[in-house]
């Protein structure tokens, strides 16, 4: 697996406390990983630690095998950033936006930029302040994509959108990273439209990697028991509980599936990219990192 | 990066256009308007008519001399306000720095290449305005006042406060990080630090000179007098009020020399001053103070770009 991003011990503190602790991941290259977790829970801090905006306070990251501290023209030639709430300098008209593009990067690729934004019907000669939200953002995201880059790290790309500007953004985004082979980082609290969208996920919480690894196994390795109600204690034995739902009668719990099998008295159903990110966000305690999930893929 | 910096700034500079030209223009037409009354002037001093004629002269340009005076000392704090402290606070209200720190150019290179041309383009216009004081001031007539009463609008000084004022600025919203508090801190940081090499600093340059005003009634041309004319023993030091007033007393009654008569009471009347010729070396130092003060700023602002917290 070839590797865009890889920290290691990675910590960040501000003035108000650590904001990222500890934190060890890898971002497989070629992917479009979704990064995902509660407010607070480290997602901008991690993606701006990646650009080099941020210095971290403790551990390690690399981006490419580079620092985005000590090497950031190497760094900031390969990555397009989208940062939190897309930021653009409001009074430029779209043309200009570009033009700082060409301006500030030496890979820049104009034809595609005009080309992707009239495709979208976005007019060159508009000031930024009088696009749409949605419109803003194709513009963010055509900037991002203009310096050709090999990583691609979108801070809450589609938040504050309506759900069609949602949709042609998403779409928009996985028309060019199936015709450009490139890496995708992409945070998000919004679950739902991830599934269909990214193909690996980490989830951050509380400073922390709690979840790392391929959606499609994930989704696989975990299943929804309902049992008769039971003690869930008696269920952990035997299984890798991540949340149980107690009711009168019966016991639901989202177990990562483990070696034993489940009692033939319990109904096994299949569960959703959001079921299990929301199981895992529910229980911080729990967790499944690579090396746990390759530990069942074994057997 | 020269797009860039002309398109964020092309506002301010069209602000500058509009306030700088029509000063220079003002003190180009006051220069050619002001000939022929300064030749009667300079014809009538010293003399009888010396006096009517700088009336007629003041009465003439008293008040564009006055405005234009005001618009010289003012003009300095603005590339701070308008340029300078928005230049990093304003992208970090909007969240542009962001955007325009994750292109492909590292921040360093985007805060230096930026500062650079906004400061070369400054200090040539305000490198044309100090040459412009200057000339204004050598316009005024003779005997009218000193020219370190304009020391402020003329000279390598004047361009000096333009770059320190810009650099303030800038540093001013590095730190702060937001527009309209870093302007009110270059404001009051802008003012301070002048009023302070003003009273405090600039007098004391070089060593005051003292003269016995009781001897020798006309000062020194184009000296600096600074302070009020103060009462000494011989021997130098301070004299009471009631000693003062008694020499005075006895002297004013005397016909003569006033000042010798006034020495053998044992009084001195001394003015401090600083000589006239000290004017250009008084214009370095202050340019010195002001240039280095400006650099610490852009240092400051510099590792507070560079530090990536």
Known sequence: MNVAIQATGLGKRYRSGWALRDCCLQIPAGRISALVGPNGAGKTTLLRLAVGLLRATSGEISVFGWSPTTNPILVLARVGFVPQDRPLYRNFTVDEILHLGRNLNPRWDQVAAVGRLQRLGIPLNRRLAALSGGQQAQVSLALALGKRPDLLLLDEPVSNLDPLARREFLSELVQVVAADGLTVVLSSHVVAELERVCDHLVILNGGRVQVMGEIEDLVAHHKLLIAPRLDPAEVAADQTVVQVTQTERQSAMLVRVGTHPVRPDWEVHSVSLEDVVLAYLGNPSAGTLPALALEVDSQ | MTWLTWRQHRLEALGAALLVFPTLVAIAGFFIVAQP???????????????????????????????????????????????????????????????????GITRRRWLFVKLGLLIAVTVVIASLLAIAGRVWFETNPSGNSSQWAEFDVQGPAFAAYVFFSLALGVAAGALIRRT???????????????????????????????????????????????????????????????????????????????????????????????????????????AAIFIVLGIAMIWLTAWLVGRRS
Do not use: K
């Open chain 2, 37 to 103: 009354l300064l030749r009667q002037v300079n014809a009538a001093c010293p003399g009888d008519s010396c006096g009517a004629a700088l009336q007629s002269f003041s009465d003439r340009f008293g008040t564009l001399r006055t405005a234009l005076e005001a618009i010289l000392i003012g003009l300095p704090v603005l590339p701070g306000l308008f340029v300078g402290a928005p230049l990093l606070a304003r992208e970090f209200e909007q969240g542009t720095d962001q955007l325009v720190w994750s292109q």
């Open chain 2, 180 to 286: 309209v508090p870093a302007m009110a801190a270059t404001l009051v940081g802008f003012v301070g630090a002048r009023l302070a090499i003003l009273f405090l600093a600039r007098p004391n340059f070089l060593p005051q000179q003292q003269w016995d005003v009781s001897t020798i009634l006309v000062g020194q041309a184009d000296a600096w007098t600074i302070g009020d004319q103060r009462h000494f023993d011989v021997t130098g030091h301070p004299l009471s009020d009631t000693q003062w007033q008694a020499a005075v007393n006895t002297c004013s009654q005397i016909q003569g020399d006033w000042g010798s008569c006034l020495r053998d009471h044992g009084a001195v009347l001394l003015q401090a001053y600083q000589p006239g010729d000290r004017f250009w070396l008084f214009q370095s130092f202050e």
